[in-house]
C-alpha cells in the first residue's frame, strides 16, 4: 500500500510560480512511475505529466510543456511539480498518482492517488 501527500497549492498570480510536492510513504516508492493530474471545476481530471521510476524520463502534456517541471527525489520519496509562467487557466485541483507497472498519461493506469492540492490562478 502506498499513501500519497500533496502540499504546495495555494493563490499565485498570473505569470507566477509555485512549486508542489507528493510525498510518499512506503519503501517501493523507488520502483513506481509517478504523474501529476489536476481537475478544474465542471472538467474531467487531465493529465499533466508524468515520470518513470528512475527519473530518466518524463513527459507532459502539451498545455504545460516548457512551463512544467516535473522531478522526483527517491531517497526522500517524493515527487515535485514546478510550475513557472502559471496561467489562470491552469486552476484546478492537481493530485499526484503512482503507478505500479509503468508511467503513462492515462488515469486508469494509475494505482494510487493523492487528495489533491488546490492551485488558484488569480489574472
Known amino acids: 500500500q502506498v499513501q500519497l501527500v500533496e502540499s504546495g497549492g495555494g493563490l499565485v498570480q498570473a505569470g507566477g510560480s509555485m512549486r508542489l510536492s507528493c510525498a510518499a510513504s512506503?519503501?517501493?516508492?523507488?520502483?513506481?512511475?509517478m504523474g501529476w493530474f489536476r481537475q478544474a471545476p465542471g472538467k474531467e481530471r487531465e493529465f499533466v505529466a508524468a515520470i518513470n521510476w528512475s527519473g530518466g524520463m518524463v513527459y507532459y502534456a502539451d498545455s504545460v510543456k516548457g512551463r512544467f517541471t516535473i522531478s522526483r527525489d527517491n531517497a526522500k520519496n517524493t515527487v515535485y511539480l514546478q510550475m513557472n509562467s502559471l496561467k489562470p487557466e491552469d486552476t484546478a485541483v492537481y493530485y499526484c498518482?503512482?503507478?505500479?507497472?509503468?508511467?503513462?498519461?492515462?488515469?486508469?493506469?494509475?494505482?494510487?492517488w493523492g487528495q489533491g492540492t488546490q492551485v488558484t490562478v488569480s489574472s
Open positions: 512506503g519503501r517501493t516508492f523507488s520502483s513506481f512511475g
Open positions: 498518482a503512482a503507478d505500479r507497472a509503468g508511467w503513462g498519461k492515462s488515469s486508469l493506469e494509475y494505482d494510487y
